[in-house]
């Protein structure tokens, strides 16, 4: 069973940068390196938001149109971590935000760490 931990959320002004980590463990039969990994976040009421994704190597990503250009993503395989920097971020970036790991048919979530921007 993948276990996947966020953490690095917290309370920031508009205009500012926070960086969130997901450790991932508990591999068996595969390595961190055979999941592609995503980003997500939600706010009550809302729907899950689809914020960055990065492929199994870490040589591609995509941005959902809310945060392209202002959040990056990454991840080292040989540490079991993924990243996801974000700059600028604005009143509506305040959610919580999960990790995801997808293999196959077979997808993880972590916990969630909340981020609130914040005059």
């Known amino acids: 069973q993948v276990h996947l931990v966020e953490s690095g959320g917290g309370v920031v002004q508009p205009g500012g940068s926070l960086t969130l980590s997901c450790a991932a463990s508990g591999f068996t039969d595969f390595t961190f390196s055979d999941y592609a990994m995503n980003w997500y976040r939600q706010a009550p009421g809302r729907q899950r938001e689809f914020v960055a994704a990065?492929?199994?190597?870490?040589?591609?990503?995509i941005y959902g149109d809310s945060v392209k250009g202002r959040f990056t993503i990454s991840r080292d395989n040989a540490k079991n971590e993924m990243y996801l920097r974000m700059d600028s971020l604005e009143l509506g970036d305040t959610d919580v935000y999960y990790c995801?790991?997808?293999?196959?048919?077979?997808?993880?979530w972590g916990q969630g760490t909340q981020v609130t921007a914040s005059s």
């Open positions: 995801n790991a997808v293999r196959a048919s077979r997808a993880f």
């Open positions: 990065i492929t199994r190597a870490g040589d591609s990503t």
